[in-house]
Structures are given as structure tokens and as C-alpha cells.
């Protein structure tokens, strides 16, 4: 049987009620940011989360 891939949802993406609903996780991806999206600002841990990722020297 094969594995099913868990598409991620990017930071990009998320909604104010996203943020609200997964608090935790948002602060654990965003505490030490390593990739700025180009695209919103945003930032995260993993570049897998943000659309148009960017290293921060």
C-alpha cells in the first residue's frame, strides 16, 4: 500500500483563523526563521512553507 503524501498548506496561505486555530504549530515554524517569502513577507523555519522562499543571512 503506498504512503500518501500530506500536502502542506503554505504560511502564505494562511487565514487569520488559521493562525487562531493553529496557534502552536504557527509559533513553532516562525520562532527561529531561517526563509522569508518574497512574495508576503512572511516567514519560516522551513522553506516548504512559503511560496517564493528567500534565505535570511
Known sequence: MAKKNKKIKRLCKWKEEDITEKFDKFVKVV????FVC????????????????????
Open 31 to 34: 520562532k527561529s526563521p531561517t
Open 38 to 57: 518574497k512574495k508576503c513577507g512572511r516567514v519560516a523555519d522551513n522553506k516548504k512553507l512559503l511560496h517564493k522562499p528567500s534565505e535570511i543571512i
